[in-house]
T-cell receptor, first 116, second 112 residues
Framework: GAGVSQSPRYKVAKRGQDVALRCDPI?????LFWYQQALGQGPEFLTY????????KSGLPSDRFFAERPEGSVSTLKIQRTQQEDSAVYLC??????????????FGDGTRLSIL | GESVGLHLPTLSVQEGDNSIINCAYS??????FIWYKQESGKGPQFIID?????DKRQGQRVTVLLNKTVKHLSLQIAATQPGDSAVYFC???????????FGPGTRLSVLP
């Protein structure tokens, strides 16, 4: 497709379960970002990939959060041993640089994660 | 106003009026700024961007103003329409940086 695609759109899990969230970026975009968005707040940065390299994971809230992009396209955000505070919308965005300058990020519609 | 949890600052305007949404950014090294519109259940949608070598940029019905002296960004929407009702976020980054920082958001409500 032409835009960023995320799946699943909704995920309900019991506390303690592991979950995996998928992101298909725009074709050709080397930069991929994951964000966490709590209700009524702006997106909070989690991690950034350039191709397959994870260049910044400073926003990951704990070592239960893990992201990968093994072939430089599709990315997966995995959360192990989920906790109720992990409930949020997880957004993926892709972007690129032209002549060294950032271009706008394009977002998917997110995965709404609810931990019971 | 400040956003606390669910209580986003809200701007209510009459249909057809102009809207101005403001954003104070935090990092004086930021040199690229974006405005996004987010509707319920959807991801942020790009509206307009501006780089620090400009102080004004216009799009279709929208204008972004950048005041680097006071680290302030504004989004002006002309002839506001019901379809403009959404939450609006500003985002900042540096071309040397690796992430985008989002503001708390403003809810725009268009009254008929």
């Amino acid at each position: 497709g032409a835009g960023v695609s995320q799946s699943p759109r909704y995920k309900v899990a019991k506390r303690g379960q592991d979950v995996a969230l998928r992101c298909d970026p725009i074709s050709g975009h080397v930069s991929l970002f994951w964000y966490q968005q709590a209700l009524g707040q702006g997106p909070e940065f989690l991690t950034y990939f350039q191709n397959e390299a994870q260049l910044d994971k400073s926003g990951l809230p704990s070592d239960r959060f893990f992201a990968e992009r093994p072939e430089g396209s599709v990315s997966t955000l995995k959360i192990q041993r989920t906790q109720q505070e992990d409930s949020a919308v997880y957004l993926c965005a892709s972007s690129q640089r032209r002549q060294g300058l950032w271009q706008p990020q394009h977002f998917g519609d997110g995965t709404r994660l609810s931990i019971l | 106003g400040e956003s606390v949890g669910l209580h986003l600052p809200t701007l209510s305007v009459q249909e057809g009026d102009n809207s101005i949404i403001n954003c104070a950014y935090s990092n004086s090294a930021s040199d690229y700024f974006i405005w996004y519109k987010q509707e319920s259940g959807k991801g942020p949608q790009f509206i307009i961007d501006i780089r620090s070598n400009m102080d004004k940029r216009q799009g279709q019905r929208v204008t972004v103003l950048l005041n680097k002296t006071v680290k302030h960004l504004s989004l002006q929407i002309a002839a506001t329409q019901p379809g403009d009702s959404a939450v609006y976020f500003c985002a900042e980054t540096s071309n040397y940086g690796q992430n985008f920082v989002f503001g708390p958001g403003t809810r725009l409500s268009v009254l008929p």
